[in-house]
């Protein structure tokens, strides 16, 4: 087993109706606040009334409003539009000069994984006197960061848990997570009942981004038992309840279980003790999701069955036994062999029956650019020290397989 220094100082707020707890949070944070988020989602998003502490009842009935409701008193400037993907210009840029020009205290971001990514860009951004590229791009490290408050309305990424935020620019095809441990959310709150609007798409990402998260820390050289038995048992959670999920997207209970594993995929929490295993998959589709801004998860989806058969080998054999028998309840009687190529068509199968086109062709990815993205994703993303190596040709390999 390996050292590990660990600590996540985040405090998760969980379940139906608890923004009524925003005020109160919010005090210790100062009175002027960032709210960020993306497209609209929030304005259409549904509430219902709450009952607060004095009595009275909020009138607001969707997101938005509701958290502007909630904050009467603090004064907040807007930072709208993050878009998916959230580029670095111009939402990071102009976070950061909102934030400087008004001296904000605290950033409220209230969307999916996009929104916190960014805020979390804008809140180190915001205590550094330069570009804020230099710190995205490691060549300063932050010293402090805003405080980060969000409210999460998409189960997918584990930013809520966690001290990365993805960014991307344009102009240079580049797609890079920020990790700090000044970006960890001081609060963020989770209630499933917001992710009840997540569409059918987006909902298929979020399993898919999640199942790879834990894949990315299950396909390791040392592992202990406990480390697995948590990974195989979020698998199987994500795959019961993401069915569950797309199948009745109000089903309080499969989206509350849903989103908890989600916020357990990238907080580190799976591998503590484990060997590295480089998150080659997460490395790949990130270039995807820089040439050709596709949305995260598909692109994990239809990487990682390819990738799972390029590094099938004597070495990684008995990993893939393991994961086909205790997640997918393949026959441990089978030569070995046969059961780890059926796991990983079972991993194909899930994500197709999921509504995810399973092939990059589909996405708008053609051969052209696949050795430009792969140099790219070889130079930068440090692949040759995964669990299982992987050279620019090996990489070209895995995306080919994937058109
Ligand atoms: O633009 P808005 O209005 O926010 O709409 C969003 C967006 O169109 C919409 N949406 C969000 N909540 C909704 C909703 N629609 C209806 N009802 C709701 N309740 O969904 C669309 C996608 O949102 P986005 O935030 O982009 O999705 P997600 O949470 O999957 O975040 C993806 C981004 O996170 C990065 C990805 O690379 C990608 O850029 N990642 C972040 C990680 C992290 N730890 O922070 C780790 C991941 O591996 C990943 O790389
Ligand atoms: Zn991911």
């Known amino acids: 087993m390996q050292n590990f220094d660990y600590q996540t100082p985040t405090r998760l707020i969980f379940g139906k109706g608890v923004i009524a707890k925003l005020p109160g949070v919010m005090t210790q944070f100062g009175k002027k606040i960032l709210l960020a988020y993306g497209s609209g989602s929030i304005k259409k998003l549904k509430v219902e009334s709450l009952k607060l502490k004095d009595g009275s009842s909020t009138k607001a009935t969707n997101l938005y409003d509701l958290t502007k409701e909630l904050l009467k008193g603090y004064e907040i400037i807007e930072l709208p539009d ?46 550094y006197d330069g570009d804020p590229w230099d710190l995205i791009s490691y060549k300063v490290k932050a010293k402090a960061a805003l405080p980060i408050v969000d409210i999460i309305t998409l189960a997918a990424t584990g930013s809520e848990y966690d001290s990365g935020g993805v960014i991307s620019r344009t102009e240079t095809n580049d797609k890079i997570g920020y990790i700090d441990r000044h970006l960890y959310p001081a609060v963020s709150f989770l209630d499933p009942t917001y992710t009840f609007t997540v569409n059918k798409k987006q909902t298929a990402a979020g399993i898919a981004d999640a199942m790879n998260h834990v894949m990315e820390q299950y396909f390791v050289e040392d592992a202990t038992l406990l480390n697995d038995g948590f990974c195989e048992s979020m698998f ?50 990130h270039a995807l999701s820089a040439y050709y801004d596709i949305t995260h998860g598909w692109g994990l989806a239809i990487i990682t069955p390819r990738w ?55 996405l708008g990815i053609d051969e052209s650019r696949v050795d430009e993205m792969s140099h790219h994703i070889a130079v930068n993303e440090g692949l040759d020290q995964a669990y299982a190596p992987l050279t620019e040709k090996d990489i070209a390999e895995i995306i080919t397989a994937s058109l």
């Open 308 to 362: 799972m058969k390029h590094i099938l080998n004597e070495r990684t054999l008995p990993r893939f036994v393991k994961y086909g028998i205790n997640v997918f309840n393949i026959d441990k009687n089978l030569d070995k062999w046969e059961i780890a190529n059926k796991a990983i068509d079972e991993t194909y199968k899930f994500f197709e029956s999921i509504g995810i086109p399973m092939h990059l062709r589909d």
């Open 82 to 127: 993050i878009q998916p993907n959230p580029k670095y210009d111009p939402s990071v840029l102009d976070g950061v000069r909102l934030c400087k020009e008004h001296k904000i205290d605290v950033i409220l971001a209230v969307g999916g994984g996009s929104v916190l990514n960014c805020s979390k860009a804008i809140a180190a951004g915001a205590c």
């Open 236 to 285: 199987r959670s994500l795959m019961v309840n993401g069915r569950k999920c797309l199948e009745n997207p109000e089903d309080y209970t499969a989206r509350a279980e849903m989103m908890l594993a989600c916020t357990y995929g990238c907080n580190g929490i799976l591998a503590l003790g484990n060997s590295q295993s480089g998150w080659p998959c997460h490395g790949i589709e």
